[in-house]
């Protein structure tokens, strides 16, 4: 008997059999109407969109970072790019609502021309990006290491500046490892909630997110007010939107291979 796929399924259904009975139920014996109402699909598709631009944004700011970080290591500043991985996410709304106060010149300045943080899609992407940056480094990191560095070397040799060899060698070579690790970092931004619950408990801007939380708050204040039943099914209704599009997001990375 092969004991190592042994234990690998009993840990894989470890992992997977809390999300298939919380499915069951919640399109079984736990289903609710108001599990399918208009107001659930909204904060889901909120959740969705605010995931998926924190993801554009992490691949637009920290590639560079984590292509850094593979080329020149440094401990230090690796330490300093997983720490709002490391601490209580709760504490990473706090000081974004702090930077972005009228107690910090950079915050006064902010809300001077009327850029807010507090209850908005943009204070709710910013948290996002920032509890979700982390996990895209840390996925690209080991990517660029991978990599085959002759081609890197050959164009360095003739001349190119390392900004240049990096987005005209590197990138176009890193599309998979992009797509994957943008995943990753989206179904991190999506099971957000201590941070987003601090930053954006609901946006009221702008106005077509108006009062509508984020998928997380919503089960939760589902949860809180309603019981069990309402929070089972809207979460069964979550799981079975994101499965979705994560697979389907992969399928479209196997064709681009």
Same mark, same amino acid.
């Given at each position: 008997?092969?004991?190592?796929? +042994?234990? &690998? ?10 999300? +298939? ?30 995931? &998926? ?14 292509? *850094? ?55 709710? +992407? ?6 979700? &940056? ?8 080991? *990517? ?58 609901? +946006? ?29 099914? &809207? ?23």
């Amino acid at each position: 008997m092969n004991w190592l796929k +042994v234990i &690998a399924a009993v840990s894989l259904a470890l992992l997977i059999a809390p999300v +298939v009975v919380l499915v069951y139920e919640g399109f079984g014996p736990l289903r609710t109407s108001s599990g399918y109402s208009y107001g659930v699909f909204r904060s889901i598709g909120l959740s969705l969109l605010s995931s &998926a631009i924190a993801a554009i944004v992490c691949v637009a700011i920290f590639t560079p970072l984590a292509y *850094y970080f593979a080329r020149n290591q440094t401990k230090i500043g690796e330490t300093l790019a997983d720490i709002p991985a490391s601490i209580p996410h709760p504490i990473i709304g706090i000081a974004i609502l702090v930077l972005f106060s009228p107690l910090t010149p950079f915050g006064n300045f902010l809300q001077s021309i009327g850029i807010n943080v507090f209850d908005t899609l943009f204070g709710l +992407v910013l948290a996002l990006t920032i509890v979700s &940056a982390p996990i895209y480094v840390k996925s690209m990191q080991p *990517y660029f290491q991978s990599m085959n560095k002759s081609h890197e070397n050959f164009a360095l040799g003739l001349g190119a500046s390392k900004l240049r060899t990096f987005v005209s060698v590197v990138l176009p070579n890193s599309r998979r490892g992009i797509l994957s690790a943008s995943l990753i970092s989206m179904s991190r931004a999506m099971s957000e909630f201590g941070s987003i619950a601090i930053v954006a408990y609901e +946006v009221l801007s702008p106005k077509a997110f108006f009062g509508v939380s984020p998928a997380s708050i919503l089960i939760f204040n589902l949860y809180t007010f309603s019981g069990l039943q309402g929070a089972v099914t &809207a979460s069964a209704v979550l799981i079975l939107v994101s499965v979705a599009i994560m697979v389907s997001l992969r399928f479209v990375g196997l064709g681009n291979r």
